[in-house]
């Protein structure tokens, strides 16, 4: 098992198990930092196992995690900012795909919660 976080919220955790990398496969996470260096961070063979129970899991993840991720990028007392990020979720529209952030539409604060 594998423990993720994104530094404000609750640890996601994922089956994976190794693989042997084949060409085209990332193995790496590569940046250029703030003084323009192109930066490296190799990275181990591992993927997602169970992709079914994989998606459950991020579901969840993305339902209970979502708000304090929002609040901690987002003041929460710019009504502006959630009146737009509000709309923008009313207008979201997916085909065929469920749109995990809608569910945690109903944790967005209103102008009387915040």
């Known amino acids: 098992m594998l423990q993720l976080t994104h530094g404000c919220g609750g640890l996601l955790k994922v089956w994976v198990r190794p693989f042997i990398p ?32 994989t998606k459950k899991v991020i ?7 979502l708000h304090g991720y929002l609040r901690s990028y987002l003041d929460p007392k710019d009504f502006l900012v959630w009146g737009i990020f509000r709309l923008g979720l009313k207008r979201a529209k997916v085909e065929n795909v469920r749109l995990l952030i809608c569910l945690s539409y109903r944790r967005v604060p209103s102008a009387n919660t915040v």
């Open 22 to 53: 084949v060409e085209g496969d990332v193995t790496s996470y590569q940046w250029t930092n703030s003084n323009g260096i192109e930066m490296e961070q190799p990275m181990p063979h591992y993927a997602l196992a169970g992709i079914e129970a």
């Open 59 to 65: 579901s969840t993840f993305i339902d209970e995690n």
